[in-house]
């Protein structure tokens, strides 16, 4: 018998309070989840011919509060329940991780393209990240890809 042990990581600086720039005024939360997945990126010439790791979208999984898996995911970047709904977000705001060598925190705007579960969602909040960034590795071959787990909690308010 083979035993597999799955390890998520977990953010040193989970339930930080949110910095003030991604806190909309007027909302009520509809759901908080906890997200593993990874950051896709691919190797791309840049304005100086020079090889780089660029940012493509990212692919994870959302958990609600009892474990389940509840949300997917996607580029766009855009969220899909179980139910078929599915929003897309737009960035109006960022901050640094409290973790080191993690993508920003986010605000992100969403509209609806899908109705449903999701269909009253106005914001979503990308914070307590953890890793996500460019892979280490060098990028070597044009059109490459590359990817970097990471963890987030990310908070639906409507």
């Known amino acids: 018998m083979v035993c597999v042990a799955l390890i998520l990581p977990v953010a040193a600086n989970a339930a930080d309070p949110v910095p003030p720039t ?10 908080v989840t906890t997200a593993t997945g990874v950051q896709i990126y691919r190797c791309e010439f840049d304005s100086s011919r020079h090889l780089r790791w660029v940012f493509q979208h990212p692919k994870a999984t959302l958990y609600d509060a009892a474990g389940q898996a509840a949300i997917q995911h996607d580029a766009g970047p855009s969220w899909e329940a179980a139910d078929g709904s599915r929003i897309v977000g737009r960035v109006l705001a960022q901050a640094p991780s409290a973790s080191p060598n993690s993508i920003p925190q986010l605000l992100l705007e969403t509209h609806t393209t899908a109705q449903g ?11 307590d990240t953890a890793g996500g960034t460019a892979p280490a590795e060098s990028c070597v071959d044009e059109h490459q890809t590359g990817s970097s787990p990471y963890f987030a909690r990310y908070i639906f308010l409507k």
């Open 22 to 31: 991604l806190s909309p005024a007027d909302v009520q939360p509809f759901a």
């Open 117 to 127: 579960s999701l269909s009253a969602v106005r914001f979503v909040q990308r914070l």
